[in-house]
């Protein structure tokens, strides 16, 4: 085992993360932890704007419909969350509820009902006019149920990857801002990294945490199995001097093709519209806002939010997914490489797990398996 992870008797492993995105940051900070030498690569710096992870916010919930293996993680990192902002001194976790509205409670609902209820995570289905009745600004129209999760919460995307990766600094990592791909390799083992400029960063393990560019850096093996859609994030003004859509007042909301958030520390009320699935090149793809996306959030706006309805769009921001396509993470030895991990694919749902993917990433790469039964579904290549 010494050898496969570039261990020298009496020497702790080596390992270069790359990627300092939620995947890679938390990794690159459990290494640390577990006593590894590590080095953190990112060709733009940790929650840089193009990265997924780059954005303000993203929620956590326990309910995941069927797939309870991510309510069970999810369950964890919120404990992992809350400790870690206590151990940071920032607070990035913001607990707030999370309501799905639906026409009709549909078979993903009761699934979500089933293993919520196993699990024991609070949780209630709510009607139209109880909804109405504890959130007067949302107009329920069309809404047949209400399925509400009060342990929901948001948490702070970009300011996370920025706060983890100075904490991996403090505690002896190195980071450095450099756009790496495999460099040289011996038989089954890869020896170094190539950076932008030429040089080499040799180690025992390397692990590949690069999020939508994993496709562009592996195309062999990702081309096919990564998409990368984008998606517009719209944060809309609130009424002047009305608290009533601003966190804590409102929960995360989500219905059919949109979801949101109330407007945390100012920033705006938050509309995601979802159902695109154009590939976007997180390189070179200029960040704009798409009118007919501002079109979609104004009329769901209009519909559910009214008091909404005429407030001008604030800030804007573009980013990309990076979806396998059964949605499952992909934390896999490179085929070829088998000091090589890769480690991705959050497909619209990783950044909650950070504090626990991180750790689990960071034991496999050292030769440990805290969850055996989750490797199966982590698989790169699926019989
Ligand atoms: C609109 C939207 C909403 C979402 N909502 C949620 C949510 O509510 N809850 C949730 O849990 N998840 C959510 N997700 C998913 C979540 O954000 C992602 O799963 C997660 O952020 C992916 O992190 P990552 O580290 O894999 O990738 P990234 O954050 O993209 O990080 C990859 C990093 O690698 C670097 N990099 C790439 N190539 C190289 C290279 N060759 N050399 C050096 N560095 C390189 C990049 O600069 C980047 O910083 C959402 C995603 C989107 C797009």
Not at 314 to 341: G, M, Y
Request: aromatic share 10%; hydrophobic share 40%; proline share 7%.
């Amino acid at each position: 085992m010494a050898a496969a992870l570039g261990q020298s008797a009496g020497s702790s492993p080596e390992v270069a993360v790359v990627g300092a995105g939620a995947f890679g940051v938390w990794t690159a900070l459990h290494l640390v932890e577990a006593g590894a030498r590590v080095t953190l690569l990112d060709a733009y710096g940790a929650g840089n704007p193009r990265a997924t992870s780059g954005d303000e916010t993203r929620q956590i919930r326990g309910g995941y419909g069927t797939r309870e293996i991510y309510s069970r993680w999810a369950l964890r990192a919120m404990e992992r969350w809350k400790q870690r902002q206590q151990e940071f001194g920032r607070t990035l976790f913001h607990p707030i509820g999370r309501l799905q509205m639906s026409a009709q409670l549909t078979a993903e609902m009761q699934g979500t009902q089933r293993v919520l209820d196993k699990l024991k995570v609070p949780f209630e289905t709510l009607t139209p006019e109880e909804i109405r009745r504890r959130w007067p600004v949302i107009q329920p129209e069309g809404v047949g149920v209400g399925l509400y999760e009060p342990g929901a919460a948001i948490l702070k995307a970009r300011e996370t990857c920025l706060t983890v990766a100075q904490v991996f600094e403090r505690k002896g990592g190195r980071l450095r801002v450099a756009r790496a791909e495999p460099g040289d390799a011996a038989g089954s083992q890869l020896s170094n990294l190539k950076l932008g400029d030429g040089s080499r960063v040799a180690a025992g393990s390397f692990v590949f945490a690069c999020g939508p560019w994993l496709r562009k850096l592996f195309p062999d093996l990702l081309g096919k199995r990564l998409a990368t859609p984008r998606r517009d994030v719209l944060y809309f003004g609130t009424p002047a001097g009305d608290a009533r859509f601003n966190y804590p007042q409102l929960p995360n909301f989500s219905e059919s093709a949109f979801y949101g958030f109330p407007s945390l520390d100012s920033r705006g009320f938050k509309i995601c519209p979802t159902n695109a699935d154009t590939n976007f090149d997180p390189d070179s793809d200029e960040r704009v806002a798409a009118p007919f996306q501002m079109k979609r959030a104004r009329d769901f706006l209009a519909l559910r939010f009214p008091a909404l309805r005429d407030q001008p769009i604030v800030a804007t921001h573009v980013c990309q997914l990076e979806n396998t396509p059964d949605e499952h993470f992909i934390i896999d030895r490179h085929p070829q490489w088998s000091n090589v991990w890769i480690a991705g694919g959050g497909s619209g749902h990783g950044f909650k797990h950070g504090p626990v993917l991180g750790d689990y990433i960071a034991q496999r790469v050292l030769g440990r398996d805290p969850d055996p039964e989750y490797q199966e579904f982590f698989r790169l290549q699926k019989a």
